[in-house]
């Protein structure tokens, strides 16, 4: 069964940069047809969509992230990247990716996303 790890989080000053990975584990799987979603869910609020990239490489992302943060993916390494920049005190969260079929809807409604993985707590404070 195909399951998505989550890496890269951390502790960084606002400012800073981190780059996430989402990596397919489990033998034979890929994610070349899939649409891959970056999510973060900080305490006491809803999970909220980031960005999302299409099996055609199109992109979107929450306005709230747009110009700090690029998702990019490589297929021959099942890995979809989230590099952060530019980060603030509000996108401490823990971050998760998810998978979907082809194409990235125009709402990041988390439940259009499958094969969830435990997440990488990313922090942000001096």
């Known amino acids: 069964q195909l399951q998505l790890v989550e890496s890269g989080g951390g502790l960084v000053q606002p400012g800073g940069s981190l780059r996430l990975s989402c990596t397919a584990s489990?033998?034979?799987?890929?994610?070349?047809?899939?649409?891959i979603g970056w999510f973060r869910q900080a305490p006491g609020k809803e999970r909220e969509g980031v960005s999302c990239?299409?099996?055609?490489?199109?992109?979107n992302s929450a306005d709230s992230v747009k110009g700090r943060f690029t998702i990019s993916r490589d297929n021959a390494k099942s890995t979809v990247y989230l590099q952060m920049n530019s980060l603030k005190a509000e996108d401490t969260a823990v971050y998760y990716c998810?998978?979907?079929?082809?194409?990235?809807?125009?709402?990041?409604?988390?439940?259009?996303?499958?094969?969830w993985g435990q997440g990488t707590q990313v922090t942000v404070s001096s």
């Open positions: 489990g033998s034979g799987f890929t994610l070349d047809d899939d649409a």
């Open positions: 998810a998978r979907r079929p082809y194409y990235c809807p125009d709402d990041m409604y988390p439940g259009y996303f499958g094969s």
């Open positions: 990239i299409s099996r055609t490489f199109k992109t």
